[in-house]
């Protein structure tokens, strides 16, 4: 998982772990850079694009602990300035190739259920909609009856390693599906596993790629994407790109 742009976790985990820094200095210390860290001056008014939920905070909370260390006015300090402020931006644009051709696409921050992840979606074709036990990213618009299901599920199985999930998944998968691809370990879109499932090979066979990714503790996330073979590199491709923006939340209630 590309934890760079959700944040420099093993530096924040140390700064917090050697620091005995009260709740209130912690408070006030994020009063003083709040505008510096989440405001931008636009035509002489200020716009605010602070995102107001629990998974902001821990990794403020880190930021500010780490301004405490390095001082907001070193080289240093802007830098994490910076990269925090990059990392919380609501949407972000990215450019993608669909079908061979390049795609300016704009994606919007999602949070998934009970504050454990964040995922930038795209939300001019896609909706993350949450569920008590999973996520599902769907097309906006159901596509007609005529096309298998279309989507990407997100959930957690929060007591099971991945190397134990890929091997169960795979079983299920040899149950549905006639071809199912060995497990693979991947770098993108995360770091993890993968296999793949596909029933024929018309333009409406149905194909399933699930990704097995650790949930940073002793548990795993459970990403399967559902589309058809010649959406390959439509559905297939764009369902990709938003997950290379997937980020988890490890302690939400820091």
């Known amino acids: 998982m590309d934890t760079n742009k959700f944040a420099e976790k093993k530096i924040t985990e140390t700064l ?4 005995e820094v009260s709740a209130e200095l912690k408070d006030e210390i994020w009063s003083n850079i709040d505008s510096e860290l989440f405001s931008k001056k636009e035509q002489g008014e200020m716009v605010m694009i602070k995102k107001q939920n629990r998974f902001l ?17 070193t080289e240093t300090g802007h ?3 910076n990269q925090v402020r990059e990392m919380f931006q609501p949407e972000r644009d990215i450019v993608q190739t669909i079908e061979g051709q390049q795609e300016d696409t704009n994606l919007q921050l999602n949070e998934g259920s ?4 964040v995922i930038y979606v795209d939300e001019e074709r896609y909706q993350l909609v949450g569920g008590d036990e999973s996520d599902m990213i769907k ?3 159901a596509l007609p009856d005529i096309y298998p299901e279309v989507s990407m599920e997100i959930k957690q199985a929060a007591d099971v390693s991945p ?6 998944l795979r079983g299920s998968l040899q149950e549905e599906f006639e071809n199912v691809s060995a497990p693979v370990t991947v770098d993108s879109p995360v770091s993890g596993w993968v296999v793949n499932g596909y029933t ?3 333009w409406d066979s149905p194909v399933i790629k699930t990704y097995v990714v650790s949930n940073g503790q002793e548990g795993s996330f459970i990403i399967t994407q559902r589309y058809f ?5 439509g559905h297939g491709q764009r369902f990709d790109e938003m997950l290379k923006e997937f980020h988890i939340v490890e302690n939400p209630e820091l």
């Open 16 to 19: 917090i772990s050697n620091s």
């Open 57 to 73: 905070k821990f990794a403020v909370t880190a930021a500010v602990v780490g301004l405490l260390f390095i001082g907001a006015q």
């Open 79 to 81: 830098a994490l300035i």
């Open 114 to 117: 009970e504050s454990a992840y």
């Open 139 to 141: 097309p906006t618009e």
């Open 163 to 168: 190397e134990e999930l890929i091997k169960e």
């Open 200 to 202: 024929g090979s018309e």
């Open 229 to 233: 073979l010649e959406a390959e590199e």
